[in-house]
């Protein structure tokens, strides 16, 4: 059994937070794939679910943020999940908004939930870090976080939740790059083959070459000419 966990708080008030990309990530898995019903366990909302012939749990943590780990815990005991097989989707700010990056093992580069798993379960999980961009500077960071996704975010931010969606059965069999690349097939659509450098065939025949003489002559000048 794998252990896919979305980060974020929990209550309405943090809904639509960049702090809670973890969560809506989940939520739009279990929608899309028929998971559930959600319930409450393990001190956050757990839900079941399939990929194929992988059995998954979900779990949003409802401990607050920097108190993840505690949930996380409890369902690897009860369910005698490894690290190895748990899956953390998190807001990164380190990474542009909408760019999308796996990574296993590792420091927790001072996210208070990476920091909370590490503490409980060590960090040798995987993680799926959501770019959310960076208010550039540290001190902004804890309002910035907490802070809904403006109203421009939310093309790509649902492009790229369904691509989570799309590519999930994939990285829960260990295939991350078809992951990724479902992800980018919603994030960045392959383009047509026209390009904007294409034209149209011209209706006027080329000049020809400047080593090729060229017959100025009437077609009635070239007639009498054959019959000299």
């Known amino acids: 059994m794998k252990l896919i966990v979305g980060l974020g708080n929990p209550g309405a008030q943090y809904a639509g937070h960049r702090h809670n990309i973890g969560f809506m990530a989940l939520d739009r898995i279990a929608g899309d794939h028929g998971a559930g019903p959600w319930r409450a366990k393990f001190n956050g909302e757990v839900a079941e679910g399939r990929f194929g012939s992988d059995k998954v749990l979900l779990l949003k943590p409802t401990t607050f943020m ?28 380190d990474l542009a908004p909408g760019k999308v990056r796996l990574k ?31 208010p550039g500077h540290k001190d902004r960071v804890p309002g910035y ?6 109203k421009a975010d939310q093309d ?67 007639l009498k000419d054959r019959f000299r």
């Open 66 to 93: 920097n108190d993840s780990g505690r949930a996380v815990q409890a369902a690897c005991a009860f369910h005698k999940i490894a690290p190895a097989d748990v899956i953390v989707f998190h807001d990164e700010i």
């Open 104 to 134: 296993t093992g590792g420091g927790h580069a001072g996210h208070n939930g990476l920091r909370s798993i590490h503490a409980h379960i060590g960090p040798d999980y995987d993680r799926v870090r959501l770019g959310v961009g960076h």
């Open 145 to 150: 976080v907490l802070h809904e996704f403006a």
């Open 156 to 222: 790509w931010l649902d492009d790229e939740l369904r691509g989570i969606s799309d590519g999930i059965a994939a990285l829960v069999a260990g295939q991350g790059d078809k992951f990724l690349n479902a992800i980018a097939l919603r994030t960045a659509p392959a383009r047509s083959s026209a390009t904007k450098t294409d034209k149209p065939a011209s209706a006027t025949p080329a000049p020809a070459p400047d080593h090729v003489a060229v017959d100025k002559r009437s077609p009635f000048e070239r």
